[in-house]
């Protein structure tokens, strides 16, 4: 059971760029997926989530209206597109399934991988 991030890049303020997180070893499709990011001296925050049970989304305030997260079941990969990047969006960037509880809070159910470095700069 694996989930690999990958997609990220230099990419400088107002660029886009799209992550992948492609899973193997089950069906991502049956889970909830989040995107989760660590900024430099900062702590692991969850950036957006998909759910499986009724396709609703969640997007952390700062990212709303610049990143969408989709899914593709067909390639067990969900996908992260993030326009209009900021260098505050500067992060190593993690996929994970992840369970939501009744509160709204995000329980990750997979252990970090190496995620996937973000570096937006001029």
């Known amino acids: 059971v694996q989930l690999q991030a990958s997609g990220g890049g230099l990419v400088r303020p107002g660029g886009s760029l799209r992550l992948s997180c492609q899973a193997s070893?089950?069906?991502?499709?049956?889970?909830?997926v989040g995107w989760f990011r660590q900024g430099p001296g900062k702590e692991r925050e969850v950036v957006s989530y998909?759910?499986?049970?009724?396709?609703?989304?969640y997007y952390e305030d700062s990212v709303k209206g610049r990143f969408a997260i989709s899914r593709d079941n067909t390639k067990n990969s969900v996908y992260l597109q993030m326009n209009s990047l900021k260098p505050e969006d500067t992060a190593v960037y993690y996929c994970?399934?992840?369970?939501?509880?009744?509160?709204?809070?995000?329980?990750?159910?997979?252990?970090w991988g190496q995620g996937t470095e973000v570096t937006v700069s001029s």
């Open positions: 994970a399934t992840v369970f939501r509880d009744h509160s709204g809070t995000f329980h990750p159910l997979n252990p």
């Open positions: 070893g089950f069906t991502l499709e049956r889970h909830g």
């Open positions: 998909s759910s499986s049970i009724d396709g609703s989304t």
